[in-house]
């Protein structure tokens, strides 16, 4: 059985990701639990949540003020605080081991029926599951940053994830306002093992002089009707998230995905796009 009745969802880390699910729902009216492991980053994330509510006040995007949404937000560095919690989505960074670890422990808190669902954008949710005695609750809910503004989640099935499970993890992806698609368990799903080789090949394209940074994102706003060109994008999705996608997929899928030289090197320097204030170009 899978619990369906959904009235408190828990948020597993309050990053860039974590923060704008947890602001999402509670802005649809779900009361949220956001935890990460140090008190500092759930900080950050009530920071960030409340900047990004106050963006959208300003616009009259918002049928409640920020303060009432933001109440509905409970902090905490205490994973059994998520026991209460009638959907948990993992928001952690992208790396199998942590993440495995995460669902052990959730597993231990969380009661048979809650779906545990995991917003990684590269990694097997098949192995992400297979730590777990029950596997079958895991899916893929994957959502698109910034959480607030982009429309779609990729929903992404395991092996072992049973159709209720899939079901409602659609469910609650339209509750939030989102419109869903469905990918099989392939490295990359659909969005990033297309969207990952056109980055790289954006940053070669500049790296190699073919034009211009601002030129080559023109050429494919105007030309494909794409709403970013590659650099831009790159720099919104952050150099780092777009660097380990693609070593992930480099390592399952082979040259196809090999990172962009230059996309290694502003890693390497710590320009890591709009998030540092600077990766091809730079932000206030």
Same mark, same amino acid.
């Given at each position: ?140 809910? /994957? ?26 993890? /659609? ?64 720099? /919104? ?6 660097? /380990? ?40």
């Amino acid at each position: 059985m899978v619990r369906q009745d959904i009235d408190r969802i828990g948020v597993v880390g309050a990053g860039t990701m974590g923060s704008g699910i947890a602001q999402v729902a509670a802005t649809t009216g779900y009361d949220v639990v956001m935890r990460d492991i140090e008190s500092e980053f759930v900080d950050r994330g009530f920071d960030s949540i409340t900047n990004s509510l106050e963006r959208l006040d300003d616009r009259d995007a918002l049928s409640e003020d920020p303060e009432t949404i933001t109440d509905r937000i409970t902090g905490t560095t205490d994973l059994a605080d998520l026991a209460e919690c009638d959907l948990v989505v993992e928001a952690a960074i992208e790396d199998m081991g942590i993440k495995q670890d995460i669902f052990r422990d959730l597993e231990e808190h969380c009661d048979e029926d809650v779906v545990l669902a995991t917003n990684t954008s590269t990694l097997s949710i098949t192995s992400i599951a297979s730590v777990l005695e029950h596997p079958e609750r895991v899916v893929g809910l /994957h959502f698109m940053n910034p959480v607030a503004i982009m429309e779609g989640v990729e929903i992404v099935v395991g092996e072992k994830t049973v159709d209720a499970v899939t079901d409602l993890a /659609h469910t609650i992806a339209e509750d939030l306002g989102k419109t869903t698609w469905e990918s099989d368990d392939k490295p990359g799903f659909v969005t990033n093992r297309i969207l990952m080789p056109w980055l790289n090949e954006g940053i070669r394209a500049y790296d190699e002089g073919v034009a211009t940074k601002e030129d080559i994102d023109a050429g494919m706003e105007l030309g494909t009707n794409v709403p970013m060109g590659p650099l831009t994008l790159a720099d /919104h999705i952050g150099l780092d998230v777009c660097l /380990h996608a693609s070593e992930t997929m480099y390592e399952e899928l082979g040259d196809r995905y090999k990172p962009a030289y230059l996309l290694k090197r502003k890693v390497e320097a710590g320009d890591l796009g709009k998030k540092t204030g600077k990766g091809f170009y730079e932000y206030d």
